[in-house]
């Protein structure tokens, strides 16, 4: 068998992508969407396994900006359409191409890598660690409300339309929250037609998605985008309120828009997934025990480059720590690491001096963003303190008060 691992061409996209989907269980996706990936996925390091000419293994990459602790925006390869076909499985062929893809990254000086996994065990073993998780959450409305709505929320006017028609405001908004929530994406040119892909065949039964903007004085405060299930159990309402997305720029332009959803008639609950783990609704609705919230990973980050990355962010509190990094998968990692710096930014370089803590890229990958504290990590066996005492100012400077969050998949 002749194995050839390259980039692939123009003209292979497409049988590379039947290849993916196939992977993927085979249901295509719509023209629309599969345009909107062909033009946003970056041809030249998009990675095609080939078994005597046919596609047996794919790998793309988007060019992401990813906003980090203190603001900055760091060029991020974001690694998308993975996949090796049934036939070729568990011989290493996603273990080369990500080989491939991280040397690549590293020689294009960039400091990150970050995915969602289709499943949640398989990126640990290259470096990735859980950077954010999401929450979700299924709100039986009739039971649960918005309780003690700030003052504001009344003043608050909204107005329902359609996603595209809104979707100026809509950006005006997300834009101003970019900076101040580690793990959101810059919208990039084109990015912002994700946010409006609805193909009627992955409705699964619910209405197009509408969407409702909030605004103060003239000017939009937040939006949320959902749809309708409406579904009859003997007569009775039984549907959801699918939401898709809902973001503000402040307390009562939330609480209206939470409130409104919970509103919605001929519907008994309302389904929101991929939140936040710190979203304000866990401290608005009047009953978080009845309405299921569930955790899950979301965001997976590798650093690429220790160095460069721990330099990119700032720092919660005055931090001088010695990191001990072991990284097997990108042995270029491998070693002590000094990082000083605060709030107003950092260096991390080099050094032979004496570990404080030590362990591997993939807890810094966990706490990089602030999602996971070093000491929850220590706790769990997975960052070791060499020298007594380093744990909690270092755990404590890798903090961040607003919780790491991806706002959609890529
Ligand atoms: C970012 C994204 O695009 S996520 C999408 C990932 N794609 C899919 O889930 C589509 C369906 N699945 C597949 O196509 C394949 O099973 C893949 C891509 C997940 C794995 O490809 P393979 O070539 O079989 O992986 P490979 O042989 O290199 O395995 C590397 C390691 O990952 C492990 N592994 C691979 N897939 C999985 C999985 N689904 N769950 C847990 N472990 C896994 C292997 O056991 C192996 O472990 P080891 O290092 O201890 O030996």
């Not at 409702?212 to 949320?224: C, F, I, K, L």
């Not at 009845?290 to 990355?309: I, K, P, Y």
């Not at 930014?345 to 602030?370: F, H, K, Q, S």
Request: proline share 7%; aromatic share 6%; with cysteine.
């Amino acid at each position: 068998m002749t194995i050839e691992l390259r980039r692939i061409t123009a003209e292979e996209w497409d049988p590379w992508y039947d290849a993916l989907e196939w992977a993927f269980g085979g249901v295509p996706e719509s023209p629309e969407e599969r345009g909107l990936w062909r033009e946003l996925a970056l041809l030249d390091r998009s990675l095609g396994v080939f078994d005597e000419g046919r596609v047996v293994g794919t790998y793309g990459e988007f060019a992401l900006g990813l906003s980090v602790p203190g603001g900055a925006v760091v060029e991020t390869g974001g690694v998308t359409m993975v996949s090796v076909a049934g036939t070729h499985r568990r011989r290493g062929l996603l273990r080369r191409m990500m080989e491939r893809g991280l040397a690549a990254a590293r020689e294009r000086g960039e400091a990150l890598s970050a995915l969602t996994a289709a499943e949640a065990p398989i990126y640990g073993r290259f470096g990735y660690g859980i950077a954010a998780h999401s929450l979700s959450a299924r709100v039986p409305k009739h039971r649960v409300g918005v309780a003690a709505p700030p003052p504001g929320t009344d003043e608050v006017r909204l107005t329902v339309t359609t996603p595209a028609e809104a979707l100026a405001r809509c950006e005006e908004v997300y834009a101003q929250l970019v900076p101040r929530r580690p793990g959101m994406l810059e919208r990039r040119p084109g990015w912002e037609r994700s946010v409006l892909l609805d193909p009627p065949g992955e409705r699964g039964g619910a209405s197009e998605r509408r969407c409702v903007v909030a605004e103060r004085d003239g000017r939009p405060v937040g939006y949320a985008r959902y749809a309708l299930k409406v579904e009859w159990d003997r007569a009775v309402p039984s549907g959801a309120v699918l939401v898709r997305d809902l973001d503000a720029v402040d307390p009562a332009a939330h609480a209206a828009l939470l409130r409104y959803l919970l509103g919605l008639d001929l519907t008994d609950r309302v389904e929101l997934v991929g939140r936040p783990v710190d979203d304000p609704l866990v401290h608005l609705l009047s009953d978080v025990r009845r309405s299921d919230l569930q955790l899950r990973d979301r965001l997976h980050l590798r650093l690429v480059d220790v160095g460069a990355a721990l330099a990119a962010r700032r720092y919660a509190a005055g931090v001088d720590v010695v990191l001990a990094v072991r990284d097997a998968f990108c042995p270029w990692n491998e070693g002590r690491w000094r990082l000083s710096g605060g709030p107003g930014g950092a260096v991390c370089e080099r050094t032979t001096d004496p570990a404080e803590l030590e362990l591997d890229v993939r807890a810094l990958g966990a706490a990089y963003l602030g999602g996971s504290t070093l000491a929850a990590l220590a706790a769990a066996g997975q960052v070791g303190e060499a020298r007594a005492g380093a744990l909690t100012p270092a755990s404590t400077a890798f903090g961040h008060p607003v919780a790491p969050w991806l706002p959609h998949g890529f």
